[in-house]
Antibody
Framework: EVQLVQSGAEVKKPGESLTISCQAS????????MSWLRQMPGKGLEWMGR????????DYSPSFQGHVTISTDNSITTAYLQWTSLKASDTAIYYC?????????WGQGTLVTVSS | EIVLTQSPGTLSLSPGERATLSCRAS???????FTWYQQKPGQPPRLLIH???NRATGIPDRFSGTGSGTDFTLTISRLEPEDFAVYYC?????????FGQGTRVEIK
């Protein structure tokens, strides 16, 4: 069974750094790009970017380029989403997702709250 | 960036009725890279339709997708109680990948 298990909810202050994780199991981690998506409170879905675990190549949406970093630790089949300086507007649920012809597999979501 | 516009914003229907959801793209989308998702409150989205018209694993046949170019449609032939949710169209034909703003299907 394919599973994507994300790290737990976070509460941070503006300017702080944060890394959230997504541990994959039940499939060959190297065969699927892993994407991260954002859903702000009460809003729709936004694709942030993706990573190819095979060679760590990445592809970011211009809306998120330079503000977040996507990486993996292949030894533990885990993908990461990192911020160096959070803003209040980063408050959202973040999902990891993977698949070939669409995002068939999703993590449960990580709620990030940024508030002073 | 390809902008996807879904209509209507909200669809109020009764169980057993037919739902027709539309998604229009600002430029042509390759059919192989067009999908539909369903999202219920407190849950991650679920892939319904991939490659414009193919149901994902486990999706009942009352869900169907059609379309090409800039106009795509998701049809739910007979609404079941569990189908009341928000539906998103999405393209990965051109980066950045984008979603429509969603259509809420609510119980009338």
């Amino acid at each position: 069974e394919v599973q994507l298990v994300q790290s737990g909810a976070e509460v941070k202050k503006p300017g702080e750094s944060l890394t959230i994780s997504c541990q994959a199991s039940g499939y060959n981690f190297f065969t699927h790009w892993m994407s991260w998506l954002r859903q702000m409170p009460g809003k729709g879905l936004e694709w942030m970017g993706r990573i190819n675990p095979t060679d760590s190549s990445t592809d970011y949406s211009p809306s998120f380029q330079g503000h977040v970093t996507i990486s993996t630790d292949n030894s533990i089949t885990t993908a990461y989403l990192q911020w160096t300086s959070l803003k209040a507007s980063d408050t959202a649920i973040y999902y990891c997702a993977t698949g070939i012809t669409g995002w068939l597999y999703w993590g449960q979501g990580t709620l990030v709250t940024v508030s002073s | 960036e390809i902008v996807l516009t879904q209509s209507p914003g909200t669809l109020s229907l009764s169980p057993g009725e037919r739902a027709t959801l539309s998604c229009r793209a600002s430029q042509s989308v390759i059919s192989s890279y067009f999908t539909w998702y369903q999202q219920k409150p407190g849950q991650p989205p679920r892939l319904l339709i991939h490659t414009t018209s193919n149901r994902a694993t486990g999706i009942p046949d009352r869900f169907s997708g059609t379309g090409s170019g800039t106009d795509f449609t998701l049809t739910i032939s007979r609404l079941e109680p569990e189908d009341f949710a928000v539906y998103y169209c999405q393209q990965f034909s051109s980066s950045p990948w984008t979603f429509g703003q969603g259509t809420r299907v609510e119980i009338k």
